[in-house]
């Protein structure tokens, strides 16, 4: 403010102009001042009704009233600020997408999209049902610097299991559809309803899930037991794969997590809910210091690499949709030198065997 007095006292001294025409200046410089220095408005509200109003046709969202559609209208305005302001930050190794997650609340999202749940009891090891891990069993000392189980054709197209927390379930059918191989969606429907010691669309456990395949003989397909994003009566079923047992990966390796990937597709689980940036994922490799390691949600490993400037990842296969993400995939910072991995991902992994 101090400079601007000065310029304006230096110009009246200097500037052999009229009265009139010296308080017109004046006038035009304060004015000129004072609207640079009033605060702007961060987000233009027609353009962001216009947005939501866009983004409500392309993800077919309806409201049941003008009420409704104005509080979910204010969460989408936080949220794509949240979106925007990351975005435009420096040094990200990730990008956020304005998903079909954008107009719920982190509270909202939690509840209702993640869903693992381990039990407080482990079950106890059988081995006609679960196989220990050993080096002998797994580890393996010369295996790829990336594999990439898409391109071998076992792994399937990525599913959306909506408002139903049974992430857990899509994680443990697509682990068996990787062994299996044949292209075929297995049924997390089956799961959902079946599976005796899981919590159904409030959450579940993949060795539970493995267990129920072994003792039902088999799993069916998607197409005979579709999925209904709810709970369901357990029914009898077609059975299109097997398994005999499953291996529990040796907790916070990843190395040996990563022999295991090299062999097949990996269930596994990771912290979605630090930061919340996890549900706005839209590209990029994600680092470990934007998630912790509570496990909250169920995902599939199906490969690893090395990214052209050098960083090493993680490949899941997420079941949120296609719109999410990397086309419903994510690359998940690999060897990051913290306890259980990155987002906790190396902690409580498991996988099938035939």
């Known amino acids: 403010m101090h400079s601007k007095i000065q310029a304006i006292y230096k110009l009246n001294k200097t500037m052999a102009l009229p009265l009139q025409t010296k308080l017109a200046i004046v006038l035009m410089i304060l004015v000129t001042w004072v609207s640079q220095a009033m605060p702007r408005p961060l987000i233009d509200e027609d353009a962001v009704a216009e947005k939501h109003e866009q983004w409500m046709a392309r993800h077919g969202r309806t409201y049941q009233d003008d009420e409704e559609k104005e509080r979910r209208f204010h969460i989408f305005k936080k949220n794509l600020k949240h979106i925007e302001n990351f975005n435009n930050a420096f040094n990200r190794t990730y990008k956020l997408g304005l998903n079909h997650f954008a107009d719920l609340t982190d509270e909202e999202f939690l509840a209702t999209y993640t869903g693992y749940k381990m039990p407080k009891v482990l079950p106890t090891a059988n081995i006609t049902t679960k196989t220990t891990q050993s080096s002998d069993v797994l580890y393996e000392a010369n295996v790829p610097e ?25 994680s443990a059918a697509a682990a068996v559809e990787g062994i299996i191989g044949n292209g075929v969606s297995l049924s997390a429907q089956q799961l959902l309803d079946c599976v005796p010691d899981s919590n159904g669309c409030n959450g579940g ?24 994003l709810m709970r369901e009566m357990c029914r009898p079923s077609n059975n299109a794969a097997r398994i005999s047992g499953y ?64 960083t090493k990842y993680w490949l899941i296969k997420n079941s949120w949709g296609e719109g999410w993400g990397e086309g419903g995939y994510m ?14 991902i190396a902690l409580r992994a498991s996988y099938p065997t035939r």
């Open 146 to 170: 990336s594999i990439d189980w898409r391109t071998r054709g076992v792994v399937t197209p990525v599913k959306n299991q909506g408002r139903c927390g049974c992430c857990w379930a899509f």
């Open 205 to 228: 456990f993949m060795d539970n899930a493995f267990r129920y395949i072994i003792q039902n003989q088999g799993l069916a397909s998607a197409t005979y037991y579709p999925y209904q």
């Open 247 to 310: 291996v529990d990966v040796t907790p916070a390796d990843e190395e040996t997590l990563k022999s295991a990937v090299a062999r097949q597709p990996v269930s596994a689980a990771v912290d979605a809910t630090s930061e919340l940036n996890f549900k706005y994922y839209g590209g990029g490799i994600f680092p470990p210091q934007d998630c912790g390691s509570t496990l909250t949600h169920a995902i599939t490993i199906v490969g690893y690499g090395t990214s052209a400037e050098g």
């Open 331 to 344: 690359r998940l910072q690999r060897d990051v030198g913290s306890y259980g991995g990155a987002c906790g």
